[in-house]
């Protein structure tokens, strides 16, 4: 199974801004999040984790399982560029990322998808036939594309329709296009 976690809370989240490559650390309430993930997790042996390389994603994932991450950048936050921190109100978007015409540096969202989806294939080649439990630590953007590998890309190309809120998880099952969505212990549908 794999259990696709989404950072705790920082001071950006709290306060609606951006939050890409210059975020912050997990603040009081993140860490509370992550010590509800570790109560929630307990019984749950993980083979692997992994984690983007953002310090938020990572101490999330230490603090909930215990274990020291591997840290993959195909699974790092979706560069915001210029955009970064601001306050999401303000920020003029193309759909669901900012607006590349007015923000510089705003990655790409196709090569953003394709290489997360990427390092899902890998993952799925290697370990999809295994009965293994795999953590992977990330962002709004990495759990909603995650999502999307799982259900299929929405026609609106809107991956930010599948992500966990913050603290929270879903539970997939590799290698069996079958899906379970699962946040503090119940099932949502």
Partial sequence: ??????????????????QGRLGLPLNASGIEQAEL???????????YVFSSPQERAIQTAEIA?????????????????????????EVKMDGVVPDSS????????????????????????????RQLNILISGHK?????????????????NILRFPSNNG?????????NEVRRWSNGTKNT
């Fill in 65 to 89: 399982t215990g274990i020291k991450v591997i840290i993959d950048t195909r699974l790092d936050v979706f560069d915001l560029g210029e955009a970064d921190r601001l306050k999401k109100a």
């Fill in 37 to 47: 993930l570790r109560d929630e997790l307990q019984n749950i042996k993980f083979d």
């Fill in 168 to 176: 929270k998880y879903k539970v997939y099952n590799l290698g069996k």
């Fill in 141 to 157: 953007c990495t759990t909603g594309c995650i999502g999307a590998y799982f259900e299929g890309i929405p026609k609106d190309k």
């Fill in 102 to 129: 007015v923000y510089k540096s705003v990655e790409d969202i196709h090569s953003y998808i394709k290489r997360v989806f990427f390092f899902m294939k890998e993952l799925e080649a290697d370990n999809g036939k």
């Fill in 1 to 18: 199974m794999i259990y696709v976690v989404r950072h705790g809370q920082t001071d950006l989240n709290k306060e609606g801004r951006m």
